[in-house]
């Protein structure tokens, strides 16, 4: 059974950091690539940022560039993404999603690309 489970949210102040994981079981980790995105009340999933099955490629939204690093250890199964220098504009719930491995077509970023999802993490930023 595949299970994708993210933690580490939280409230935090304008400025400060918080440093989400995302566990998943069920399926061939390093297989696949992993990626956060989030999504904001009212709001459609965006992408946030990705990391390839063995982590050496990485990508970012323009909007966390710079901010937001994301890591991965396929021993443990676990994908990182720590976030520095928070905005109120990152306030969201986040969600941790694998795609569909070798067969995976689309933009990194693109939430249509990904087939197993968590149930989120909630960030809130306060200004």
């Known amino acids: 059974q595949v299970q994708v489970v993210e933690s580490g949210g939280g409230l935090v102040q304008a400025g400060g950091s918080l440093r989400l994981s995302c566990t998943a079981s069920?399926?061939?980790?390093?297989?696949?690539?992993i990626a956060w995105f989030r999504q904001a009340p009212g709001q459609e999933r965006e992408g946030v940022s990705c990391?390839?099955?063995?982590?050496?490629?990485?990508y970012y939204a323009d909007s966390v560039k710079g901010r937001f690093t994301i890591s991965r250890d396929n021993v443990k199964k676990i994908v990182s993404l720590q976030m520095n220098s928070l905005k109120s504009e990152d306030t969201g719930m986040y969600y941790c999603?694998?795609?569909?491995?070798?067969?995976?077509?689309?933009?990194?970023?693109?939430?249509?690309?990904?087939?197993?999802w968590g149930q989120g993490t909630q960030v809130t930023v306060s200004s």
């Open positions: 990391a390839s099955w063995n982590g050496r490629d990485t």
């Open positions: 069920g399926f061939i980790f390093d297989d696949y690539a």
């Open positions: 999603a694998a795609d569909r491995g070798p067969s995976s077509v689309g933009s990194v970023l693109s939430p249509a690309r990904y087939n197993y």
